[in-house]
DNA sequence: CATAGTTTTGACCATATGGTCAGAAAATAC
DNA sequence: GTATTTTCTGACCATATGGTCAAAACTATG
């Protein structure tokens, strides 16, 4: 049996295999979603065979729910660096900024997330509703904070911070879109991307 | 055989069964994608069996096909409205108060298109590089007319336009994510984002 | 109501899919 | 090298799924 002695750690295979298929489920998942997704894909890309892949997870269900926690550990940090250490304008901006570079970088995270959500989050939803939602309560006070202090202009945190979630995903989730509609025009959309939300964020904030 | 009579249209029973199955496959396609979708489930939701369905309809793909026909012929159309007629500050918050509506009104219709897109947008290439693009252009072309002749400010009409339709779209197809995070605060959501995409595009529009 | 045309269904099929298992192959320990 | 443990695979299974078909049920029309 894999999953290993809990004295001595995963074996060097154990870590490799695990995260073959773990890479190669994200590719997967990310792209079809947990319903349209199957292990035969998974194993062709991983190029492990599917017996091998459930011995190494418990089934489809397994697979996806550990991409799901890895996904949450590192899908709020962007978030939690906004601090009310700087200028309230720039916080938010070095915010939209990490945003958006963790699309260009990690976009398979955030269509996986996308998939997930769109699909009613079934697996997800104790998470949003539990971390996702206290951190969210958290930087729209430090917002509304800086917005009593008349250090920005006044608007909604909550829709602010949405606007902010769905201008930057949106250059992963509908990349296909953006490369098409920016056609010859796409090698520097992500920089072209930066320039405006910037643009729009200052312009929205800046009192 | 349905599909009917080219000189007498289709009978009463042929409109109507044709609507349920399509509302039912509308409901199904737009939370599962079109892999994770199956006959079953839509013969379910329609209450039509499923070789009865398929009396009608050649196939599961003719069936998503014909939603996304019939989507784009309205997706469009709020752009299709922006018109060099009107102020242009008022012409492109116009043009958002009507995308987040069609959010509110037709969440499926979102979430069948950005769940179509997330995966690659397979069966809607053509689509996006045909007559997506042609409209973009032409409108980005009319917003940066707007911004040589000094009616806005200087913003990248595409990525302005990548912009509306991620933060209103993002309401229909995160939906569970929003009112998730909102909680009690959801049931005014709409109003509320209409008031704060007013207000950004203004601050970002007004030169 | 009888007939022709339309609509619906139960039974069925081929393939896909998630998953199991006994044993082979490979790695590790001694 | 041999014994032991870990890793891997081919063959297999049960169920799900897209789709077919002949015949039954229904509807409209003369």
């Given at each position: ?18 995260e ?6 994200l ?28 011995y ?22 962007p ?60 930087k ?31 250059y ?25 939300l910037d643009?729009?964020?200052?312009a929205?904030?800046?009192?």
């Amino acid at each position: 049996m894999a999953r290993a002695a809990s004295t001595k750690g995963p074996t060097r295979i154990q870590r490799e295999k695990t995260e073959a298929i773990l890479e190669a489920a994200l590719e997967v998942f990310a792209t079809y979603g947990f319903r349209g997704s199957t292990l035969d894909q998974i194993a062709a890309q991983s190029g492990i065979s599917k017996p091998n892949i459930l011995y190494y997870f418990d089934g489809k269900e397994t697979i996806h729910a550990e991409l799901l926690a890895r996904l949450l550990e590192t899908w709020l940090e962007p978030l939690e660096h906004m601090s009310d250490k700087g200028d309230p304008v720039e916080e938010i901006c070095a915010y939209v900024a990490r945003k958006l570079a963790m699309s260009r970088d990690y976009p398979r995270q955030s269509r996986l997330f996308a998939n997930e959500v769109l699909q009613g989050a079934p697996r997800i939803l104790d998470e949003l509703a539990g971390p996702l939602k206290a951190l969210t309560d958290e930087k729209a006070a430090l917002i509304q904070g800086w917005i009593d202090a008349g250090l920005i202009k006044a608007i909604d945190p909550y829709h602010l911070i949405f606007s902010i979630w769905s201008t930057t995903q949106h250059y992963a989730d509908f990349d296909v879109q953006v490369r098409t509609v920016l056609a010859d025009k796409a090698d520097d959309r992500f920089k072209k991307a930066a320039a405006f939300l910037d643009t729009m964020y200052r312009a929205t904030l800046t009192p």
